[in-house]
């Protein structure tokens, strides 16, 4: 699958930083996406796609035949073209995680993709979608972590079909949060705050000096640090062996700065690091290694 099969407009970010695919509404565009994700999570890669189907001039990712009625057939053809799409992006920009983020139509389109290929998204936030039929599970989506949103009198989607999602997701193996406000199909200001808090673990894993992370090496030994406050830093420390791992061996973060999650983020940045640079990592550490079983999707990362 060509990775130009769709019109996309994107933002470059430094290698190995998380990839935000971003899919717009029904006669919605990239450029608001854009938008959108630099909103929400500023200093990853984005890339938002134009819909590549015309319904009476308004863009969208898949047919229909009706409000809420789907063309199933088309909607598997933009689910593959899809599932292509973000599996081009991600090997050509070297993204630590793929994170999905559609509103309405791009939502949903975005959820098929999901049910065929879960493992290739590290998350994936749904803002008002609408799923009429029971999933087809392609893969267990264990672990992955959605946010869904919504509204409590959405003429478009309803809240009972909301409901019925949250379920499937669950039930699928999904980490699922529901964030609610009582309008319609607007998107609100207290979603995109739930989209931001969601997204926050990932805001460490974007590599460049906006994290406020410096990375150090001498010989095999490194160490990643950041500003902590009042002169003091946060800092992790790794050696490197000569099997290519990534040996982390302590995390510390002074009194008056713990809480805010800078050891997290120190822990992405490794981890990010690791990825784009094929390392494996031995995480030596207590919290890191309590890091690596809150994430089963590093496994991969860790020697067999």
């Not at 929400?40 to 809420?68: C, H, K, Q, W």
């Not at 899809?82 to 090997?91: P, S």
């Not at 509204?151 to 909301?162: K, V």
């Not at 150090?216 to 992790?236: D, H, P």
Request: with cysteine; aromatic share 8%.
């Amino acid at each position: 699958m060509s990775e130009v099969s769709y019109r996309f407009l994107e933002a470059d970010a430094a290698p190995g930083a998380p990839l935000l695919v971003l899919c717009h509404g029904t006669g919605g565009g990239p450029n608001e996406m854009l938008g959108l994700g630099r909103a929400v999570l500023g200093g990853a890669a984005m890339v938002a796609p134009a819909g590549d189907v015309s319904e009476g001039g308004a863009a969208r990712f898949f047919r229909r035949t009706g409000e809420g009625v789907y063309d199933m057939d088309d909607l598997a053809r933009g689910t593959a073209k899809m599932v292509g799409f973000i599996e081009d992006q991600k090997a050509r920009r070297g993204a630590s995680a793929v994170i999905g983020l559609g509103y309405s139509n791009g939502a949903n389109i975005l959820a098929s993709s999901f049910f065929a290929k879960s493992s290739l998204f590290e998350a994936l936030v749904l803002l008002h979608p609408l799923i009429p039929f029971a999933p087809e599970w392609g893969e267990s989506a264990s672990s992955r972590r959605v946010l869904v949103t919504a509204g409590e009198r959405d003429p478009i989607c309803p809240p009972a079909l909301t409901h019925r999602l949250v379920s499937w997701l669950e039930e699928a193996g999904a980490d699922v949060t529901a964030e609610w406000h009582p309008g319609g199909h607007e998107l609100r200001q207290s979603e995109i705050d739930a989209v931001s808090r969601f997204l926050s673990p990932f805001a460490g894993a974007e590599t460049g000096t906006e994290t406020g992370i410096e990375r150090e090496e001498s010989g095999t030994r490194g160490r990643y640090r950041m500003a902590a406050g009042k002169g003091q830093w946060a800092e992790l420390t790794y050696g490197r062996s000569d099997a290519g791992e990534m040996v982390i061996d302590h995390t510390f973060v002074p009194p008056v700065a713990r809480g805010k999650g800078l050891a997290e983020k120190l822990t992405l940045r490794a981890v990010a690091d690791a990825r784009a640079e094929g390392l494996t990592v031995v995480p030596l550490c207590s919290y890191v290694a309590a890091q690596f079983r809150r994430h089963p999707e590093w496994s991969d990362l860790l020697r067999g």
